[in-house]
């Protein structure tokens, strides 16, 4: 059985990852950096996981001291691997889910945060449009959950226009 994966670029890319999910705080960062040095290079983290400062302070350690180098590490290059392999990446929950049931006051809402309601005023749109073309400008698809009538017909209204900001 293979260990790797082979991506278009010819670098191979092991076929399990470290998942970071619920991982405690103060325990990540020592569990990057064993990671690290037991040679994982593929490395699951997202926004939501909110450890991403102890996954990098982590990983940074371990480039400084030249156990890895970041070109050999595998973060948010799964995206571009999946396109190269016919691979439609779907974003579920393209607008945060902020009625997640694990979601607390303090968590940051994508659809009010500012610079992206800069960028949906630029462009005469809802953040809610900015974030779902964001989606697809990246090749990829996005599943915008709603039940209010005026939302899912203004959420498919991302067809006529083009962010590059």
Not at 45 to 55: F, G, L, R, S
Request: with cysteine; aromatic share 10%; proline share 6%.
């Amino acid at each position: 059985m293979a260990t790797f994966v082979e991506l278009s670029t010819k670098a191979k890319m092991l076929v399990f990852d470290l998942g970071t999910w619920k991982s405690p705080p103060n325990k990540v960062k020592e569990a990057m950096k064993v990671a690290i040095d037991a040679e994982y290079h593929h490395i699951d983290c997202a926004y939501v996981y909110q450890n991403e400062n102890e996954v990098g302070e982590a990983i940074q350690e371990k480039i400084q001291e030249k156990v890895v180098k970041w070109e050999d590490l595998f973060i948010d290059k799964l995206i571009q691997y999946c396109y190269y392999k016919g691979i439609i990446v779907t974003a579920y929950s393209p607008l945060g889910s902020p009625d997640r049931p694990w979601a607390k006051p303090e968590d940051p809402s994508l659809l009010e945060d500012p610079k992206i309601k800069e960028i949906a005023a630029r462009h005469k749109k809802s953040s809610a449009q900015v974030h779902i073309r964001f989606h697809i400008q990246r090749n990829g698809m996005a599943i915008p959950k709603s039940v209010t009538p005026e939302c899912i017909v203004e959420n498919f209204q991302v067809f006529n226009f083009q962010m590059n900001d």
